[in-house]
């Protein structure tokens, strides 16, 4: 019979779980992914670049602690994750776009030969969304 072992300290990190800790790179790679499309996001009208930095974030968080400091103290990509952190801060240019964005999309739904339930049901979610999307403080 094997003698417990106390578990390792807790150092404020997320144990990776599973064989030789394989989620700490994959959470990193999606990381890397996230912010380069965030940083895409910046600069093109069109992209949510403030949500894919907030993913890129919460990826290092438990994936690379230093990867995730360069995010947060980055001078140009920071700002917004910080802003998010600490206030709940939404841009305003960002609530614009998503409630555009969810809008088109619950016209495609309406477009579509869904059933009514499926219909109501999304506008259900969607509006549940925008609601809270538009209650969070301006950036």
């Known amino acids: 019979m094997r003698e417990s072992q106390a578990p390792p300290p807790h150092n404020g990190q997320r144990a990776s779980s599973g064989s030789g800790g394989i989620w700490r790179p994959v959470l990193a790679g999606f990381g890397i992914v996230f912010t380069i499309i965030g940083a895409a996001g910046l600069v093109l009208p069109l992209l949510p670049g403030t949500l894919f930095l907030i993913l890129a974030t919460a990826c290092f968080t438990r994936s690379s602690p230093r990867f995730e400091r360069w995010l947060l103290e980055h001078a140009r990509l920071g700002p917004p994750v910080r802003q998010w952190r600490e206030r709940g801060v939404i841009p305003t240019r960002a609530k614009i776009f998503a409630c555009v964005s969810i809008a088109a999309s619950y016209g495609i739904v309406l477009l579509s030969d ?9 506008l259900v979610i969607l509006v549940s969304v925008v609601a809270y999307i538009v209650t969070r403080p301006n950036g």
């Open 114 to 122: 869904a059933p009514a339930i499926a219909k109501a049901s999304t």
